[in-house]
């Protein structure tokens, strides 16, 4: 079997469909599998979880932060609260409701499950193994109204309402934010290393790991770590970056921003829950997702970016393109029983 069949099947595995019944059991393992195929800064997957009788807490895994990118920890509460979202539809397959909460003592998410007869596998459950971050280029075709409702409607709750751009105008605004955020981070030491960390640049690495970036998700050629780390000067550059992310933007449908009134580790988890929400309403439509959060990260460029976009005293949190494509390879996951607390 070659790598990249290797890849794919554990890749496929993870992925495999998970638990439904409504027989009054519960599956935990099969729960937390479902919620680390959520998504992450970077795939860092920074969570932990510890089982109780009746609760599920899903914690912060500070030594998988990325402190150049991610300061402040946002994104990392915001991948916790993608984790819960995808926690809480896996459970009504099961046939239990799940109630979910941020709790400052713990310094995470605490989810509570309660059996309830009407709970079942929702079209979202259906698609959290197959939503995925599609960082290709998309086909440049148009997502219609009722199909855009439904979206905004996903992306909206928990104090996180959605903001969808789609015009012309707009795509060629945000452009030029985020060629001006990837200038500034791509042009940093500190944020070229810390992501160059988190890029498996084979087949071979990624597998073993289990987490980062892989090549294979992006269609990069699998090369040999120490040759990669030799020419990675000549192929990550802020112009390449640039062009990049212009073709993409253009080809996407449209834009969305998540937007709260608060910006503390509460609203990051729940703009992480109106993400994956968003991302598995997409996912069951056909529709693929993709972030593009470099306005929202390079600190400097926030202010006038939230002035442009009309906001008085709320907060942009995340920011994703999206339209239709073809599903690319999948990323890879760590093992369910390296995220789960053992005491």
Not at 74 to 99: D, M, P, V, W, Y
Not at 118 to 147: F, W
Not at 240 to 249: E, F, L, S
């Amino acid at each position: 079997m070659s790598l990249n069949e290797k890849y794919d099947k554990a890749a496929k595995n993870i992925r495999r469909p998970g638990t439904e019944r409504a027989d009054g059991t519960l599956d935990t393992k099969e729960l937390i599998r479902y919620a680390t195929l959520a998504a992450s800064s970077h795939n860092t997957q920074p969570w932990k979880f510890r089982i109780r009788q009746d609760t599920i807490s899903i914690l912060p895994d500070y030594s998988r932060r990325c402190p150049v990118v991610d300061p402040d920890d946002s994104h990392l509460f915001k991948s916790l609260g993608c984790a819960t979202e995808n926690l809480i539809h896996a459970a009504a397959a099961q046939g239990f409701f799940a109630n979910a909460q941020f709790d400052p003592s713990e310094d995470g998410v605490i989810v509570t499950l309660r059996r309830d007869p009407s709970a079942h596998a929702s079209d979202l459950y259906q698609a959290i193994t197959q939503r995925q971050c599609t960082k290709i280029s998309y086909d440049g075709s148009l997502v219609d109204e009722p199909e855009l409702k439904l979206l905004q409607e996903a992306g909206t709750g928990g104090g996180i309402r959605t903001l969808l751009m789609l015009s012309e105008a707009q795509k060629e605004t945000l452009i030029d934010y985020v060629s001006k955020g990837n200038t500034a981070q791509l042009t940093n030491k500190s944020f070229r290393d810390e992501l160059v960390s988190w890029i498996r640049f084979n087949h071979g690495e990624a597998l073993r790991t289990g987490d980062g970036l892989s090549g294979r998700t992006s269609g990069n050629p699998s090369l040999p770590s120490w040759l990669a780390k030799l020419i990675i000067g000549l192929v990550l550059t802020a112009k390449k970056q640039v062009d990049t992310d212009a073709i993409n933007i253009r080809s996407s449908a449209g834009i969305a921003v998540f937007i709260s009134t608060r910006n503390d580790k509460a609203a990051w988890v729940e703009a992480g829950r109106a993400y994956q929400r968003f991302a598995l309403q997409a996912t069951a439509l056909n529709i693929r997702t993709a972030f593009i959060n470099q306005p929202i990260e390079v600190l400097t460029l926030r202010p006038g970016f939230e002035k442009w976009l009309n906001l008085n005293g709320e907060h942009a949190l995340l920011m994703v393109r999206f339209g239709h494509s073809q599903l690319a390879p999948f990323s890879q996951r760590r093992s369910i029983d390296d995220v789960i607390i053992k005491h």
